[in-house]
């Protein structure tokens, strides 16, 4: 979900990028692998051909948020919502979609043995795109617990505070895969992440946190077909 914007960067080099080195009086928490949810796609400027075209068509029709996704290289991000939307969801391993938020009573995949895990969703300005996107962070209990800490640590919160951004990403695979969201001062944007604060701030008024429309859930036939998969691997 592309954000409609003047550029932010404060010069013309935007494949680079110094990331901030945190001080001993800011905080920096590692955290323990959460499930991942399904990534979204980044835009692009100019494509060429049908596919390309379909391709732009369909993101275009698109209701839904596409999930941030942690990754190695350091993101930086704008909580938009200092609270989550709360709800179940199941990871089923499988080709296509993979989580599925569960709808509470007669679920058909908890018939089949799955067991739905608390979520957890906070809107993010997603800074390090092609052009600054609105997306979700789906975490788990753990990863809530610790940015919940963050939220009211009068240092670093509320999450969504004027002038704090976060730099974030991760490291290791598998169970080994550990989390780290470090604050970011305003006022270190143009020197660290080569962003404009005063464009940053004027296009962060604009925003609101999305939804409970943002998230796709699942018909009663999606999970009844996903259920008879389920119980087929069995």
């Not at 080195?21 to 399904?38: G, H, Q, R, S």
């Not at 075209?53 to 839904?64: E, G, I, P």
């Not at 002038?163 to 780290?180: H, P, Q």
């Not at 604060?197 to 996903?226: N, W």
Request: glycine content about 6%; hydrophobic content about 35%; charged content about 25%.
């Amino acid at each position: 979900m592309g954000v409609q914007s003047n550029s932010l960067r404060v010069t013309p080099n935007v494949d680079s990028y110094v990331a901030q080195t945190p001080t001993p009086a800011e905080l920096e928490e590692i955290f323990v692998e959460e499930k991942e949810t399904d990534t979204s796609n980044r835009s692009s400027s100019i494509q060429v051909g049908w596919a390309a075209a379909k391709k732009q068509m369909a993101k275009s029709n698109q209701k839904f948020a596409t999930d941030f996704r942690f990754e190695e290289d350091v993101k930086l991000i704008k909580f938009i919502s200092g609270e989550p939307m709360t709800f179940m969801q199941h990871w089923v391993n499988r080709p296509g979609r993979k989580s599925f938020i569960s709808p509470g009573e007669n679920d058909p995949l908890v018939a089949v043995g799955s067991k739905p895990d608390q979520k957890f969703a906070f809107t993010v300005l997603n800074l390090s795109e092609e052009e600054p996107t609105l997306q979700l962070m789906v975490v788990g209990v753990r990863l809530c617990g610790q940015l919940e800490k963050l939220h009211l640590d009068k240092k670093t919160g509320p999450l969504d505070r004027p002038d704090i951004y976060w730099a974030v990403s991760k490291s290791g695979t598998g169970t080994k895969t550990a989390y780290s969201i470090t604050p970011v001062k305003e006022r270190d944007l143009a020197d660290d992440w080569e962003i404009d604060p005063v464009a940053a701030a004027e296009l962060i008024k604009t925003l609101k946190p999305l939804g409970m429309d943002s998230l796709h859930v699942p018909s009663m036939a999606e999970l009844e077909e996903v259920a008879r998969e389920v119980a087929g691997q069995q």
